[in-house]
Each structure stands twice: as structure tokens, then as C-alpha cells.
Nanobody
């Protein structure tokens, strides 16, 4: 049973930081490509960041480059999304996703396994 559980969301002021966690069970996060996605009300889900399973290549959506960092910890079997310099437009439900192989790193249809999401709200 492959499962992903997100945590770490919450309310933060603009310019603040949050660290999201994606705990894996039933699989090793090092063996899977891990993606982070987000969805704001009334908008489609969009890819935020991805770390490839085979070579560790990292991809970021343009608006988060220089602000977000994706990583994984083998000992904890957990992937992370460190979010810095947060903006109100970063608000949304954040999901982690996994698949052994993907063609388009930031496209949701490439991923078979999903967590249930964690809410991130950036507001004064």
C-alpha cells in the first residue's frame, strides 16, 4: 500500500516561510520521482516543484524559483518543500505526488500516487 501524507501547512504572513513534509509509506521516496502541486480556489492544479528519481534533477515552476526548495531525506523516507519569501498568491492546497517515471515533471497526469493535501494560507 503506497501512501503519501502531507503536513506542515498553516497560516503565514507575506515574506514568511513554511516547510511542508511528505511522508511516504509502502515505498522508498528515493526510488520515485516526487512532485509538489498546489491548487487555489477556482484554479486548476499546477505543478510547483519536482525531484527526479533517477538523477536528482530538480524542476521548479517559474514563480517559485529562488524561493522554494524541494528535497528528500532517505532516513526519514520523506520529501520536503521549503517555502521562503511567501506571497499571497502562493495560497492554496499543496499536494505531494509520486511516480516511478514521468515525462513531464510538473504535469499532474504523470503521477499515479497522491497525498490528501495540506492548506497553505499567506495573508496579513
Amino acid at each position: 500500500q503506497l501512501q503519501l501524507v502531507e503536513s506542515g501547512g498553516g497560516l503565514v504572513q507575506p515574506g514568511g516561510s513554511l516547510r511542508l513534509s511528505c511522508a511516504g509509506s509502502g515505498f522508498r521516496v528515493d526510488d520515485y520521482t516526487i512532485g509538489w502541486f498546489r491548487q487555489a480556489p477556482g484554479k486548476e492544479r499546477e505543478g510547483v516543484a519536482c525531484i527526479d528519481s533517477s538523477d536528482g534533477t530538480i524542476y521548479y515552476e517559474d514563480s517559485v524559483k529562488g524561493r522554494f526548495i524541494i528535497s528528500r531525506d532517505s532516513a526519514k523516507n520523506t520529501a520536503y518543500l521549503q517555502m521562503n519569501s511567501l506571497r499571497p498568491e502562493d495560497t492554496g492546497v499543496y499536494y505531494c505526488a509520486a511516480d516511478r517515471w514521468v515525462l513531464a515533471a510538473l504535469k499532474e497526469y504523470e503521477y499515479d500516487y497522491w497525498g490528501q493535501g495540506t492548506q497553505v494560507t499567506v495573508s496579513s
